[in-house]
């Protein structure tokens, strides 16, 4: 992915009609894939003998995940030493409508401790490294309507339906930011007007692989419902950088026209990306003497 261009602003006049603004329920942000639990079948070995780490993930998101979980437990033999990324595919996220959980998947791994000398007692920390593909999408309605409109409900004393928004419960977390209503102008019958879409990294991982590089996303703002994107390469974006893996905010200029009555339309954004978490467990190892450390 490249990285995004400078976005420059088009400000105009939209003009404000007193209205209110609602939103709609969502289950809480810094949802995707979640450690369950990961832990050694025993707490404490003996110099070279094996022992079995385990990990339970689940998908706790709004959508189907895939990915890889690696364990990293330096100076191991066996499978931690092999450097190989077990895969899942497809987890099915929890269903609110069904009162179903969201599907999990697990894992192990049979090891064998370093050998340490008679004496000693040493305390690791194996790594749990979890990547995975996911999306953020939220939507929020803007009020459309022609000038002969806005004059007639201002002479009806006419209030504007509440506009709402809704988000997925993603590791990121959107925000779409418009001044609504958005008035066309009589001349052109159409408009031109700013949308800001801001992105929070709201789970509790990293987004991409944890590279300075690889902290990227990709944005996608589409209207419907009477609107038109005036600036594509804006509204597109390939490669956008996070700052520091925190936090980034773009503005797109979409347009609206032909519209003969008040209207909602739909402002949709859709950001995908890789995102990874990391997890932890404790095991302490028994030093034993050469005659049984062999």
Not at 54 to 68: D, L, M
Not at 132 to 148: A, F, H, M
Not at 229 to 234: A, L, T
Not at 249 to 277: F, H, N, P
Request: hydrophobic share 35%; proline share 5%; glycine share 10%.
């Amino acid at each position: 992915m490249k990285q995004a261009a400078v976005f420059s602003l088009l400000f105009i006049m939209v003009l404000g009609i007193s209205g209110c603004t609602t939103l709609t329920p969502s289950s809480g942000a810094g949802s995707g894939v979640a450690i369950v639990a990961f832990e050694p079948d025993i707490p404490t070995i003996y110099s070279g003998e094996p022992v079995t780490f385990q990990a339970r993930i689940k998908n706790t998101g709004s959508f189907p995940v895939s990915g890889e979980v690696s364990i990293d437990l330096p100076g191991w033999k066996n499978d931690c030493n092999s450097g190989i990324a077990e895969k899942f595919t497809k987890l099915i996220p929890p269903s609110p409508e069904s009162g179903t959980e969201g599907e999990e998947a697990t894992f192990s791994w049979t090891c064998e401790a370093p050998k340490i000398d008679e004496g000693l007692r040493m305390s690791y920390q194996p790594r749990l490294t979890i990547t995975y593909d996911y999306k953020s999408l939220t939507s929020k309605t803007v009020t459309l309507l022609p000038t002969e409109e806005v004059i007639s409900r201002n002479d009806a004393g006419l209030s504007l339906p509440s506009e709402t928004k809704s988000a997925s419960n993603s590791p990121v977390s959107v925000d779409v930011q418009v001044q609504g209503p958005v008035r066309l102008r009589r001349d052109t019958d159409s408009i031109e007007f700013p949308v800001t879409v801001k992105m929070d990294n709201v789970g509790n991982g990293m987004i991409g692989d944890g590279t300075i590089e690889g902290i990227l996303v990709d944005v996608d703002v589409v209207g419907t419902g009477g609107l038109r994107e005036v600036v594509y390469d804006d509204c597109h974006i390939n490669g956008l950088h996070m700052w520091r893996d925190k936090s980034q905010t773009i503005t797109c200029e979409m347009g609206a026209q032909s519209i003969k009555e008040l209207r909602q339309a739909w402002i949709e954004v859709t950001v995908s990306y890789d995102y990874t978490i990391t997890g932890t467990t404790n095991v302490d190892v028994i030093g034993q003497s050469n005659a049984f450390n062999r």
